[in-house]
């Protein structure tokens, strides 16, 4: 409220405000605004007194920063070390733009043609002396760049593989991801083993053929399911990734290697050092190419009772198909029951690959439907929360969980791209396999085009913004911003806050309003920590909205001390269903009057209850009760 | 030495100068060591892609602190990662202040007042703490705004906030 100030100090002599005191001390006023402040200062013991308050608060502060915070900062955990060979991945990895850095930076051009000017001046000699140099250079620089290879992470590996393949899927609508794998044993070829995985409707298919021994299959399949495999990627950077995350202990090397052809591959070795059980893997290998980081082969050694096996994967082919390109029975729906080896209908198979047709030893192997399984229980409904709760997946999108009636969970959801269906399913990797658990997730094209629905945006909290040109608090808003652009970037701004507070409130409700107080006495040790760290997080964020609209608000309309109403007791966990309810009225009651004084009104400016007192105690209110739920133990 | 050596050189003598301030703020704001070395390299790695691409930055300080400071909001955002911000308790802060005055009397005002100091810190809102903890690295009120993006005014009163919560807690 500093204009207000300054504009009344011209009519009388008034006192300036602690703001205006420390935009004083900090240099922020303008000339006009300095000039008063320092006359009235001095004449006026009491503001001199202010004034010399701030500036003790600042220097002791400054004081403390100095003498405790700093020196007690903890040193960083790696000491920097990582930083160099990040710097080095990144300069191999990134390409310059035309016209580098180095010319467009101020300087760089003048040096250059004032360099090139003293070479045109030198002697003949000097010249091819200098050329000769300059040749030699660029040589050992060229050899220097072959030879020498940038150091990679296998986890920097692993990512740019993964982010290649989403790219891929990502390109074509309604993908099918079909892979062809040929797999031996100990060097003995064993089996070729084809995948179709739908990847929008979560449904998959294979083919195993040519298997010679019958035992195989039940063996490998038990190797993978042991070492947490996903049998629909037998060979991708996400299962690779996924077994390598869990790993008590491990050593990774990355190396180069070229094919036959001359191309280049990159190898990451894995050891699992902690591997001392028959069935487990004690190392694998993943073998990409170096220009597309695309998987081609696999090696997985594991324990067994006669020593180590090796089983060795080389991708035939691969391909990423579009679902209307198969017959519509082609996969089998999850509700179905098993189907007895079938005739593949007409899909499109690659041409250039050695396909096998099915002949009397081959089958296909579908996914067993009718699992028996227990009702899913409190935890694992709660480790859904979390794990949606990682993916950022329980704010805003329609993405519910909701049990059955027959006492499995149903996790539904529509988002708006594929990639981040996969995102939301890749989090869900380790329930997915559960038989009580039920996902579907869905893009808004899938479902359009299932007629489902009718097509309306996922919206988020940060795309809201107030429409019109005249709002409620148009009047206050222009006086103060002077400009309708800031004016209704503003209100935008509020409302987005506003609605990202009621995001997070809706969020808690729907975590905290699947249980009756009963089951969350009995949450197992794990879960209530894990369902407490989500309550905290959801309330830590709604009382920081909350307080930046108090303090955004406050400049604009004048602060009004309310105090806060009462709020429910949270003392423990069984306290939290009616706590949340509270918080989510309160939030539903501020975004209201939020909205309302920053959307377009058909009334024009007037009247807005975000001046009133009701509305500044129910922000502090809800302030209050989210930094309880903040705290709960 | 090609350009890409150079600039890599450059980013280099960058980093050792200005990561222990961002690396300072970080640990004051969001308080978690492992992650606020990642960002700080994370910062300046993105300086080197955004240079390197052919962007032209003047203020590079401010260009880091702002970088620094969207990269662990949106940490927190996506992985709801909010470190304690006080850890540090009040006795391991006592310790260094052991007898670092040969006049016990001046310790024990001394400590009182860093006390007084620390519970005040305590009761800063995050954006109070982070425009303060700004403001003492010397940025102005407009580049404070834009670092933590909100309006110029909104930063005014933040830091007014920030310093009278300071002060009351000084007993004044």
């Not at chain 1, 600042?58 to 020196?71: D, T």
């Not at chain 1, 794998?181 to 195993?208: C, K, M, P, Y």
């Not at chain 1, 001359?262 to 591997?275: D, E, Q, R």
């Not at chain 2, 009163?157 to 000084?170: A, H, P, T, V, Y």
Request: charged share 25%; with cysteine.
């Amino acid at each position: 409220m500093i204009r207000d100030w300054f504009k009344k100090s011209k009519i009388e002599d008034t006192h300036p405000s602690d703001e205006a005191l420390l935009k004083h001390v900090d240099g922020e006023l303008s000339s006009k605004e300095v000039a008063y402040v320092r006359s009235h200062l001095e004449t006026c013991w009491s503001c001199r007194r202010s004034l010399e308050k701030i500036e003790e608060t600042i220097s002791m502060f400054v004081e403390f920063r100095q003498q405790i915070q700093i020196p007690l900062t903890q040193e960083p955990p790696n000491n920097w070390s990582d930083f160099d060979r990040k710097l080095n991945n990144l300069a191999t990895l990134t390409p310059a733009v035309d016209g580098s850095w180095w010319s467009r930076s101020a300087g760089g051009i003048g040096r250059f043609f004032h360099n090139f000017a003293l070479f045109s001046s030198w002697s003949f000699r000097i010249r091819q002396t200098a050329i000769g140099a300059l040749a030699a250079g660029l040589i050992v620089i060229l050899i220097w760049q072959l030879v020498v290879v940038r150091p990679i992470s296998a986890n920097e590996l692993l990512d740019k593989s993964l982010q290649f393949q989403t790219d891929q899927i990502n390109e074509v609508p309604q993908a099918v991801v079909y892979q062809k794998l040929h797999v031996s044993r100990n060097g003995v070829s064993e089996i070729n083993w084809e995948v179709w995985r739908d990847t929008t409707r979560a449904r998959f298919r294979q083919n195993v053929t040519n298997s010679v021994n019958a035992a195989f299959d039940q063996e490998l399949s038990n190797v993978m399911q042991l070492n947490a495999f996903d049998m629909e990627q037998p060979m991708s950077p996400s299962t690779f990734m996924n077994w390598r995350k869990n790993l008590v202990g491990k050593s990774d090397t990355v190396e180069q290697a070229k094919t036959d052809d001359g191309s280049g591959l990159i190898v990451l070795h894995t050891t699992n050092t902690a591997a001392n059980a028959p069935g487990q893997i004690s190392e694998a290998s993943l073998t990409l190419r170096s220009n597309d980081f695309h998987p081609v082969g696999q090696v997985l050694r594991v324990k067994s009772a006669d020593g180590i096996q090796t089983y060795e994967f080389t991708e035939v082919d691969f391909r990423v198909l579009s679902l209307t390109a198969f017959a519509p029975d082609f996969f089998p729906e999850p509700a179905q029951p098993q189907i007895a080896a079938v005739a593949l209908p007409a899909i499109p198979k690659p041409e250039e690959a050695n396909v096998n047709v099915l002949t009397a030893n081959s089958k296909v192997a579908e996914k067993p439907a009718a699992v028996p399984f227990r009702p899913a229980s409190a935890d694992l409904e709660i480790e859904i929360f979390s794990l949606l709760n990682k993916a950022k997946a329980d704010l805003g999108e329609q993405i519910t969980v909701s049990r059955e009636a027959d006492g499995r969970l149903s996790v539904q959801g529509l988002v708006d791209t594929a990639n981040r269906k996969n995102e939301i399913l890749g989090a869900l990797t380790s329930v997915r396999s559960d038989p009580a658990v039920r996902i579907e997730i869905k893009t808004i094209d899938e479902a359009v085009a299932e007629q489902k629905i009718t097509p309306k945006p996922v919206g988020t909290a940060e795309t809201v913004e107030s429409q019109g040109s005249v709002t409620a608090a148009d009047s206050e808003l222009l006086s103060y911003f002077k400009s309708e652009d800031a004016a209704h970037r503003f209100g935008g701004q509020m409302i987005a806050r506003s609605n990202r507070a009621m995001s997070r409130a809706y969020a808690l409700k729907r975590l905290v309003g699947q249980f009756k107080p009963d089951e969350l006495k009995k949450l197992s040790p794990e879960s209530r920590a894990k369902l407490l760290a989500l309550v905290r997080a959801h309330a830590g964020a709604i009382r920081e909205e909350c307080e930046s609209l108090q303090s955004e608000l406050r400049p604009v309309f004048g602060s009004v001390d309310a105090g806060a109403a009462g709020t429910p007791d949270v003392d423990d966990i069984t306290s939290l269903p009616h706590a949340v309810d509270a918080l989510v009225t309160l939030a539903s009651t501020n975004d209201t009057v939020v909205r309302s004084a920053f959307t377009l009104s058909a009334n024009g400016p007037g009247f807005t209850a975000i001046k009133t007192s009701q509305f500044w105690q129910s922000l502090n209110t809800a302030e209050a009760l989210a930094t309880k739920l903040q705290s709960i133990k | 030495m090609t350009e890409t050596n150079q600039l890599e050189q450059q980013i280099t003598q960058l980093f050792e100068t200005l990561r222990q301030p961002v690396y300072q703020y970080l640990m004051a704001v969001f308080g978690n060591a492992e992650e606020a070395e990642d960002l700080t390299q994370d910062a300046f790695l993105q300086l080197y892609k955004t240079v390197k691409s052919g962007q032209t930055i003047r203020n590079i300080r401010f260009w880091i602190f702002r970088v620094a400071h969207n990269l662990a909001v949106n940490r927190r955002k996506h992985n709801q990662f909010i470190a304690p911000l006080d850890a540090d308790s009040w006795e391991v802060i006592e310790s260094l202040l052991t007898d670092s005055r040969p006049n016990p009397e001046q310790n024990i005002l001394l400590r009182e007042k860093y006390e007084r100091l620390y519970l005040g810190l305590k009761r800063l809102s995050m954006q109070e703490r982070q425009a303060l903890f700004l403001r003492a690295e010397g940025f102005r009120y407009r580049e404070i705004g834009e670092i933590m993006s909100v309006a110029t005014p909104t930063v005014g009163e933040f830091l007014r906030r920030g310093i009278k919560k300071l002060s009351e807690q000084n007993g004044d």
